[in-house]
């Protein structure tokens, strides 16, 4: 049976990567060498583009490829109220190559709301195809998860009860005006959980004072708080990853100690799941996927330009579906193929075959 609602049979996790055009535009605007404004042209024009890419391939959930953003996360967070970036040394290591050294703190209370300017990403999306649209946001235990009490400074939050509180409230008014906007399919792009499943984070967690086996109940309070005011035709999915930054990752480690709170104590209707490498473990803990929730396979990897074969896809699937009915199952790469603006390491036209293959192995298995 095909999906008529999200998330769909063949989807996609959000990121694409970014044109030559829209690259060369962002790298002037950074240099002094044009203004917001024709930086804000290109965009829309590269968006406009990509928008009807997705739509000629089949999705049917379509996104900015997150063109507008140079990070998957920070971009959002910074923006919220009582939140600051700066410059400083990363704590959570990718295998190689590092991102530019872009880091989070509180700087005021929490809990505020001035409109976020994503509001408008997405309403240029909306009015910009007739697929559904869909908004990427990160969790908010991505505040957290990196900095611990390095980012809450005890002078502002005496008690971490207070700052998990006023951040989730911070991100219920964040998502209540997208769904005021007219968004009706919202990720929260959740990468700490899984980070929660490699002993050697776990251990960097412990080492700073923070409890790996309490932070996963602590997480999800926090997010069922954030979704805890949404419409009722509203679906919020829940993207996990281990890292991916220039085909890079930073953990390893199956979802089993965090399957139990992940599927039935996080109140979002679908989970994007990394399923392409051995990092990632097993389907067992698919087990513990209630009825009335979907998950998406992560079976297409972004960080090669290598086309997998449909038969190998078809067979992880049927794999995948002996602790999980097929009827809950659905298809997508295991990330987006840009989480940072200077992409993973393939071609673009390698990235297109890739979503176009699962649109057709979406329609093979499920109709």
Known sequence: ????????????????????????????????????????????????AVIAKQESIGLKSITDGEFRRAFWQIDFLERL????????????????????????????????????????????VQANTKATPKMTIPSPSSLHFRYGRQAVPESIYPSMDDFYRDLGESYKKAIGAFAQAGCRYL??????????????????????????DTLPATYAKLINAAISDIPSDMTISMHLCRGNFRSTFVAAGGYEPIAETLFNDIN????????????????????????????????????????????????????????????????????????????????????????????????????
Not at 191 to 211: E, I, M, S
Not at 287 to 309: A, C, I, N, Q, Y
Not at 341 to 367: F, H, P, S, T, Y
Request: hydrophobic residues 35%.
């Open 1 to 48: 049976m095909p999906h008529i609602k999200p998330p769909f049979r063949a989807d996609h996790v959000g990121s694409l990567l970014r044109p030559a055009a829209l690259k060369d535009a962002r790298a002037k605007r950074e240099a002094g060498e044009i203004t917001a404004e024709a930086l804000r042209e290109t965009e829309d024009r590269e968006i406009k």
């Open 81 to 124: 109220d009582g939140v600051e970036s700066y410059l400083g040394e990363r704590k959570v290591k990718f295998q190689g190559v590092q991102p530019k050294p872009v880091l989070l703190r509180v700087k005021d209370r929490l809990g505020g709301y001035t409109p976020h300017p994503m509001i408008e990403h997405f309403k240029f």
């Open 187 to 212: 990720q929260l792009d959740e990468v700490n959980l899984a980070y929660l499943c490699d002993p050697d984070l776990r251990d960097q967690v412990r080492a700073r004072g923070d409890d790996p």
């Open 268 to 367: 979002v209707h679908a989970y994007f799941m990394e399923y392409d490498s051995e990092r990632a473990g097993g389907f067992e803990p698919l087990r513990f996927v209630p009825k009335d929730k979907t998950v998406v396979l992560g079976l297409v990897t972004s960080k090669s330009g290598t086309l997998e074969s449909k038969d190998h896809i078809k067979r992880r699937i049927d794999e995948a579906s002996k602790f999980i009915d097929v009827d809950q199952l659905c298809l997508s790469p295991q990330c987006g193929f840009a989480s940072t603006e200077e992409g993973n390491a393939l071609a673009e036209d390698e990235q297109w075959a890739k979503l176009r293959m699962i649109v057709e192995i979406a329609e093979e298995v499920w109709g």
